[in-house]
């Protein structure tokens, strides 16, 4: 224990970073030794605040309680929170496996753009971060199959960003028929799930101005409908301005009785999935 706590802190020490993830439960080593990962958390945190004039280390791990999550993240692997959580959360997952595997490769069996993209989408509505696995060759390098992935994941990103980094969740964290679904469990592999136009996720800016309605399917009518924004709903907004990330030209928007219905254009913006930015009213 001693051998593997300087290790650790050496670590810390050389290499400065702001996350640590353990693949353990609470803290390292807690059912043997208690303090050991107290020590470590406190060495952590504290070194932290030296090197950046404030605290911005994040450390990671599984199986807190709510007490426990005030000075941890907690990690849940390969899954899904039910719904918003009120601390911060984060899923690690793999495109393939853990480690590098030449017949997922050869078989074409990773998880794709179109799998990772809505669950990224799903786990930011409800406070979430997602830590993506990409397994490496024994050269270290990337196959081409995952770097094809990589590169539709980013060019999304580059277009419904907005939507995604330094965001905050919402009064829900989206609606339709995916929402009442059970949450996502331990699968290697893809284990693809259809989405459609009623499926939506939010997301809203920091400063709370700007509400993101993540859309995981264009619609064939080139219509959608935001019953969570609809007059008199619990979670209605007063509404100055619609617009779709992506897309230089007006689209025309109605708020009533039934939701914000959005004439989208004919053009799609983006593959897997687009984000309507609803700009509020003071």
Same mark, same amino acid.
């Given at each position: 224990?001693?051998?593997?706590?300087?290790?650790?802190?050496?670590?810390?020490?050389?290499?400065?970073?702001?996350?640590?993830?353990?693949?353990?439960?609470?803290?390292?080593?807690?059912?043997?030794?208690?303090?050991?990962?107290?020590?470590?958390?406190?060495?952590?945190?504290?070194?932290?605040?030296?090197?950046n004039g404030r605290n911005e280390?994040?450390?990671?791990?599984?199986?807190?309680?709510?007490?426990?999550?005030?000075?941890?993240?907690?990690?849940?692997?390969?899954?899904?929170?039910?719904?918003?959580?009120?601390?911060?959360?984060?899923?690690?997952?793999?495109?393939?496996?853990?480690?590098?595997?030449?017949?997922?490769?050869?078989?074409?069996?990773?998880?794709?753009?179109?799998?990772?993209?809505?669950?990224?989408?799903?786990?930011?509505?409800?406070?979430?971060?997602?830590?993506?696995?990409?397994?490496?060759?024994?050269?270290?390098?990337?196959?081409?199959?995952?770097?094809?992935?990589?590169?539709?994941?980013?060019?999304?990103?580059?277009?419904?960003?907005?939507?995604?980094?330094?965001?905050?969740?919402?009064?829900?964290?989206?609606?339709?028929?995916?929402?009442?679904?059970?949450?996502?469990?331990?699968?290697?592999?893809?284990?693809?799930?259809?989405?459609?136009?009623?499926?939506?996720?939010?997301?809203?800016?920091?400063?709370?101005?700007?509400?993101?309605?993540?859309?995981?399917?264009?619609?064939?009518? !080139?219509? %959608? &409908?935001? =019953?969570?924004?609809? *007059? +008199?709903a619990p979670t209605a907004e007063?509404?100055?301005? $619609? #617009?779709?990330?992506?897309?230089? !030209?007006? %689209? &025309?928007? =109605?708020?009533?009785? *039934? +939701?914000?219905?959005?004439n989208l254009p004919n053009k799609? $913006? #983006?593959?897997?999935?687009?984000?309507?930015? %609803?700009?509020? =009213?003071?």
């Open positions: 224990m001693t051998k593997y706590y300087n290790r650790v802190i050496q670590l810390w020490d050389d290499y400065k970073p702001d996350q640590i993830y353990f693949d353990d439960f609470v803290l390292p080593l807690y059912e043997i030794d208690s303090t050991l990962g107290l020590k470590m958390a406190a060495h952590f945190y504290n070194t932290n605040t030296k090197w280390a994040v450390m990671n791990t599984k199986m807190l309680n709510e007490e426990q999550r005030d000075a941890i993240m907690l990690d849940i692997e390969k899954s899904n929170a039910p719904d918003i959580l009120p601390d911060a959360w984060q899923t690690d997952e793999c495109i393939g496996t853990w480690h590098y595997n030449r017949q997922m490769y050869y078989q074409h069996k990773y998880k794709q753009a179109a799998e990772i993209i809505p669950m990224l989408v799903d786990i930011v509505s409800k406070n979430g971060n997602l830590m993506l696995n990409l397994p490496l060759r024994g050269d270290g390098t990337l196959d081409s199959d995952e770097i094809k992935i990589i590169k539709e994941i980013g060019a999304w990103l580059k277009i419904n960003g907005e939507a995604i980094y330094a965001t905050r969740p919402w009064k829900v964290s989206g609606e339709g028929p995916s929402t009442k679904k059970a949450p996502r469990h331990q699968t290697f592999g893809s284990s693809y799930t259809e989405y459609s136009s009623e499926d939506i996720r939010f997301t809203r800016s920091k400063d709370n101005k700007t509400l993101f309605a993540i859309v995981l399917a264009w619609p064939e009518d !080139g219509r %959608i &409908n935001i =019953k969570s924004l609809a *007059k +008199g007063k509404i100055k301005d $619609v #617009s779709l990330i992506g897309y230089e !030209g007006k %689209i &025309n928007w =109605k708020l009533g009785d *039934k +939701g914000l219905q959005v799609l $913006v #983006s593959e897997h999935g687009f984000a309507i930015k %609803i700009h509020k =009213k003071p």
